[in-house]
């Protein structure tokens, strides 16, 4: 019980910690992200309306994709101008495509025309799980670049002060 007590206030304090730094945020930053939570909610209730393991798999890894960018852009705001086609364009049209194959798949008779648009979107899916994934790792290359670099002055230190192998070697 105790436990239980401790790990909700640290949900809790967690929560307040995730709220003061939202609050950090520029007016524009928040409007996006809360629009980008608006936007998972969207495909979270697609997905729940779509029966179908194959189809519910793509939209699952949608639902992840697109809810890790934004949780980016919000750890990390200066992304913010790279997600704008994301907001305008992709996640709109996204969830038109999600809404158009629920109606289809709502249909009593699936038809020849019904089949194939069916299929085209979820091949679409597959397309957009693969543009997401670029984008999300786009959004780190700042972070992979500092990475690299931080790891070569560390190297070359390591090395000129004779801690490494070829460092060692040079030395003697």
């Known amino acids: 019980m105790e436990r239980m007590k401790q790990q909700k206030a640290e949900r809790e304090a967690e929560a307040e910690r995730e709220r003061q730094e939202y609050e950090k945020l520029s007016p524009e930053v928040q409007r996006i992200i809360q629009a980008g939570d608006e936007y998972v909610k969207k495909i979270r209730e697609a997905n729940d309306a779509i029966p ?21 852009v919000e750890q990390n705001p200066e992304t913010v101008d790279d997600i704008h086609r994301l907001m305008d364009y992709y996640l709109p049209t996204t969830i038109k495509l999600l809404e158009a194959y629920e109606d289809l798949d709502a249909q009593p008779v699936q038809g020849e025309n019904i089949i194939s648009s069916k299929k085209e979107i979820e091949k679409t899916l597959d397309t957009l799980n693969t543009a997401f994934e670029k984008l999300l790792d786009d959004l780190f290359q700042d972070t992979a670049w500092d990475v690299s670099s931080d790891i070569s002055v560390l190297n070359m230190m390591l090395a000129q002060e004779g801690l490494t192998e070829d460092g060692m070697k040079k030395k003697q």
């Open 52 to 72: 179908g393991e194959e189809i519910s798999n793509k939209i699952s890894r949608m639902e992840m994709l697109v809810d890790r960018i934004f949780d980016r």
